[in-house]
């Protein structure tokens, strides 16, 4: 699978999951200080979304220190489904009943177990239509 993966600030975390999405076979197109220092984390999130909503790739990760504003930023542009996924069961949900296709993280509060998981959870998880009027269990992932 193609992926953008984009940050304000090239952190550890961010190092981490771009080797682990690497050793899971996926191509990856790095936007914002993940590529070089450019841009502010708004910029940076609505590029990376135009790059998924244009199908210049198929799903985007997208950082910034909390995880809200790269969010709400990449949420701007249309067709844009980002979530900001701080466990694994949210990321689950976020595809399972909104087909999201952004996964937002915050670089402050993920640690690289936890985005591990997360992602794992991302990718293993497809869009229910019709499980939308289930919506309310948690626990049916």
Known sequence: ???VVASDEKT???DYVISYLKSLGHELVLK???DSPNGKWADISMDAAEL???SQVDMGI????S???ACMSANK???AR???????QIAGLARKWNDANILVMGNVNTSNETAKEIIDTWFATSFDEEGLDQAHKLDTI
């Open 67 to 69: 995880g809200t504003g």
């Open 1 to 3: 699978m193609k992926l």
């Open 52 to 54: 998924v909503t244009s």
């Open 62 to 65: 997208i950082f910034c220190w």
């Open 32 to 34: 914002g200080d993940l």
């Open 12 to 14: 550890p975390l961010n």
């Open 77 to 79: 542009v249309k067709g």
């Open 82 to 88: 980002a979530a900001l996924c701080i466990s694994p």
